[in-house]
């Protein structure tokens, strides 16, 4: 806010709305922290991804198989926060009658199944303002990111290897689930629905490469400021007294990639000797 990346934010607070800390707990992950939010239980949920000795499994948390079975064994007996609401780009559904793009709902329901959920997307189609947008914002923010990555990759002296995977995520995160998750929240304001959670992580995924105050990071945290700043609106409109909850599941500390400090060999291969 002070930089000025996340005006609507700031908004928000002069109008209004409290500023404060709190505490997500241990460890500092989405998983464990929204486990806790969702049900009110993160018991067991040591880190994004683990071994477990009793079962020879490595749970991984961006697994839709694992985030079942957590949220099953965290749910057990726990009413969900979001008991006939909406969950957008979550790791656990909170038991959202509506679960877009939320991973423990995948191998349950596809939206396309759901009545509810194939409305949401025949309304999406039939904006064709938002669909150019998407279009425009994708376009450009490729041609953005590959030229920055290909100037990366000659500065480095053609060392790194050149890789377009992490444009294109950083595109789908950034743009596209955001654009999508915002008009069902959206949608989902104005039709009165009684809970709804949106987890926009494309800070998130920029800012563990880059830092959490990092020229990119920051550029990311601006676009989900606006689209904050979109939900606002309607909320003020037609919800005024709904309320507005905007969190950061967990914290970040700045560190220094391993291959700064020894460029020459792998973390493992560190670890080993």
Not at 50 to 69: I, L, N, V
Not at 82 to 91: D, F
Not at 98 to 127: D, K, P, Q
Not at 188 to 202: E, F, I, K, L, S
């Amino acid at each position: 806010m002070a930089r000025g990346k996340a005006p609507n934010i700031q908004r928000l607070i002069a109008g209004g709305h409290r500023l404060q800390q709190w505490r997500c707990g241990l460890p500092s992950s989405t998983p464990s922290s929204q486990a806790g939010i969702m049900y009110g239980n993160n018991w067991n949920i040591p880190a994004f991804r683990w071994y477990e000795k009793d079962t020879g499994q490595a749970p991984h948390c961006k697994s839709p198989a694992f985030a079942e079975r957590i949220k099953q064994r965290i749910a057990e007996g726990r009413p969900g926060i979001l008991k006939g609401g909406s969950s957008y780009t979550n790791l656990f559904d909170g038991d959202a009658r509506l679960a877009l793009f939320t991973l423990s709902a995948m191998g349950r329901h596809r939206f396309t199944e759901h009545l509810r959920g194939l409305g949401w997307a025949l309304l999406f189609v039939l904006i064709p303002w938002r669909i150019i947008r998407i279009i425009v914002l994708v376009v450009w923010e490729l041609v953005r990111d590959v030229a920055r990555t290909f100037v990366q990759w000659v500065r480095a002296r053609f060392r790194k290897r050149l890789t377009l995977v992490k444009p294109v995520l950083q595109v789908i995160t950034n743009v596209i689930f955001g654009e999508f998750q915002t008009f069902g929240v959206l949608l989902d304001v104005y039709r009165g629905v009684p809970a709804v959670y949106a987890n926009y992580y494309g800070y998130d995924e920029v800012a563990h490469n880059e830092g959490a105050t990092g020229s990119e990071a920051l550029r990311a945290l601006r676009r989900i400021d606006g689209y904050i700043g979109e939900v606002e609106r309607i909320r003020r409109i037609y919800r005024p007294a709904t309320d507005l909850y905007i969190i950061s599941d967990h914290g970040m500390s700045p560190s220094i990639p391993f291959d700064r400090i020894d460029p020459k060999k792998q973390l493992g291969q560190f670890i080993r000797q």
